[in-house]
């Protein structure tokens, strides 16, 4: 069974700054079917990156996310205040449907 | 507009069996390659998926819950319906679904790309 490894757990950084979250499969995703989410307090997840790299409808182009076979990153280019979330990566290639365990991102 | 609603009994005893429902709108659960999953949160937690409800009527479960989970679905009533047994206070939480999104156009496989608001599940006695 998949296991997906986010690293950081928390992540502490200043409007403008880059942020650099890590995602690590315990086996190589099929086809790259791995999706980032970002989830704000009280509210369901949302899709940010599916397929590694491809940004979801209506996501800003400062969120990408790279990677392939067991090794994905989600990059945020320039820190803005509403980032502040847990980002969780998924691999949905073949079931079940694992989750990592989530990054926290703060802003200083 | 694609919508996805839980709804199911805010408070469940232990031992008792919870039955939560996922009320789709604006796709049918027909569509090829399209399904559903069932997540949960506890509170303070991260996201646990559960099972999935595929287009061609496949299903699949958590491992570690394989033996209390059951999805089924209404495709006429626009419907996936996750049952679990032997309900315990450790299985307080937001219970979420979400579709996986699939483009016949172009082939592209989404991921969870709509989730409902989720619904909140207490065990206690």
């Known amino acids: 069974e998949f296991v997906l490894s986010q690293s950081p757990g928390t992540l502490s950084l200043s409007p403008g700054e880059r942020a650099t979250l890590s995602c690590r499969a315990s086996q190589s995703v099929s086809s790259n079917y791995l999706a980032w989410y970002q989830q704000k307090p009280g509210q369901a997840p949302r899709l940010l990156i599916y397929?590694?790299?491809s940004r979801a409808t209506g996501i800003p182009e400062r969120f990408s996310g790279s990677g392939s076979g067991t090794d994905f990153t989600l990059t945020i280019s320039r820190l803005e205040p509403e980032d502040i979330a847990v980002y969780y990566c998924?691999?949905?290639?073949?079931?079940?449907?694992?989750f990592g365990q989530g990054t926290k991102l703060e802003i200083k | 507009q694609v919508t996805l609603k839980e709804s199911g009994p805010v408070l469940v005893k232990p031992t008792e069996t919870l039955t939560l429902t996922c009320t789709v709108s604006g796709f049918s659960l027909s569509n090829a390659r399209m399904g559903v999953s069932w997540i949960r949160q506890p509170p303070g937690k991260a996201l646990e998926w559960l099972a999935h409800s595929f287009s061609n009527d496949e299903k699949s479960y958590s491992t570690s819950l394989k033996s209390r989970l059951t999805i089924s679905k209404d495709t006429s009533k626009s419907q996936v319906v996750l049952t679990m047994t032997n309900m315990d206070p450790v299985d307080t939480a937001t219970y979420y679904c979400?579709?996986?999104?699939?483009?016949?156009?172009?082939?592209?496989?989404?991921?969870?790309?709509?989730w409902g608001q989720g619904t909140t599940v207490t065990v206690s006695s």
């Open positions: 979400a579709r996986r999104g699939y483009s016949a156009y172009d082939e592209v496989h989404y991921g969870m790309d709509v």
């Open positions: 998924q691999q949905y290639g073949n079931s079940p449907y694992t």
């Open positions: 397929g590694a790299s």
